[in-house]
């Protein structure tokens, strides 16, 4: 099912970020609509080793909840990703448009992105860049994880794998010291903390490790994320909620809980067969 480059016609501008940009694409003789996310040339060495990788991991993975890469393609050094269209946006969309985000909503989200979590870590794929901006969702309510752009297939080099990448602020606090870690630290949990943070950020409407209004910039970040307590769900917030976002947001990396032991948390069983209608959530999205 790969999908030929000449073939796509761009529709419009979906998002950007730090490594290119991306277009919603339609296939000339079927009709059919993918994402383009293409990045532009003008990359050092190890940018582009850093894209390369990219590649190999998109290509590898398959899972329901990680979105889908049909194709990927170097055209003189523009590199192309033909990648599954998810219409309903990121949930930092939804974010913006719904201030905060209900329990049942999280507790889909929660589920969708531990599966394909729990898919990637199985593989030694350590995402190392989940944030609201990454997380896609569709109309048929499945959320997937993407942008690999940082992620890395682990190695034997600890070194190499504790290499300064990612987002600072969804950044786990081991991830600012990776010197203090044992060797027996595969990175995995760091995932679990950022997925945690995200969360959490949907349930309170406001970046949760520093105070409202507070700029975000990285020594207040890191004195804020390394030294303070982890920052603690809303009262408000239901018990579930609250014991799943404690057990995420553990700065001892070991005592997190794995993709899989969260996967049977009481925070996921109590929406499981609730059937909540989320659909006022997607709905101010373009659809
Ligand atoms: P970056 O590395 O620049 O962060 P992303 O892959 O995260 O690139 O894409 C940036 C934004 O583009 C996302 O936050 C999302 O809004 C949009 N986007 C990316 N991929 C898709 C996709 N497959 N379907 C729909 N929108 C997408
Ligand atoms: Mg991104």
Redesign the pocket.
């Given at each position: 099912s790969e999908v030929a480059l000449e073939e796509l016609e761009k529709v419009c501008r979906?998002?950007?970020?730090?490594?290119?940009k991306?277009y919603k694409a339609r296939h000339v003789h079927t009709g059919a609509i993918y994402?383009l996310?293409i990045i532009q040339e003008k990359h050092d060495a190890q940018v582009r080793q850093q894209i390369k990788r990219e590649m190999e991991i998109l290509r590898r993975a398959l899972n329901p909840h990680v979105?889908r890469c049909y194709g990927v393609f170097d055209r003189g050094g523009e590199i192309s990703f033909v990648?599954?269209?998810?219409d309903a946006?990121?949930l930092?969309?939804v974010l913006a448009a719904h201030r905060r985000i209900p329990e049942p909503f999280l507790a889909r989200v929660a589920a969708h992105c531990l599966q394909g979590l729990l898919y990637l870590h199985k593989n030694k794929i350590v995402h190392r860049d989940i944030k609201p901006?990454?997380l896609?969702i569709n109309r048929r309510r499945e959320v997937k994880i993407?942008?690999f752009?940082v992620s890395k297939v682990l190695d034997s080099t600890l070194a190499q794998c504790n290499s300064y990448v990612g987002t600072c602020a969804y950044m786990s606090p081991e991830r600012f010291n990776p010197d203090a870690q044992d060797g027996h630290y595969d990175g995995c949990s760091a995932d679990i903390w950022s997925l945690g943070l995200s969360l959490l950020e949907c349930a309170m409407g406001r970046f949760p490790c520093l105070p409202p209004g507070q700029k975000p910039d990285w020594p207040t970040l890191m004195m804020a994320i390394c030294m303070g307590d982890p920052p603690a769900p809303p009262a408000d917030s239901s018990p579930e909620f609250q014991s799943f976002i404690r057990a995420c947001l553990q700065k001892n990396a070991c005592l997190r809980p794995s993709a899989k032991h969260l996967l049977t948390h009481p925070f996921l069983t109590k929406y499981k067969e609730k059937d909540c209608d989320l659909s006022p959530l997607l709905k101010s999205l373009q659809l």
């Open positions: 979906l998002g950007s970020g730090s490594s290119g991306v994402a996310k979105v990648l599954e269209y998810m946006g990121s930092a969309d901006s990454n896609l993407a942008d752009g």
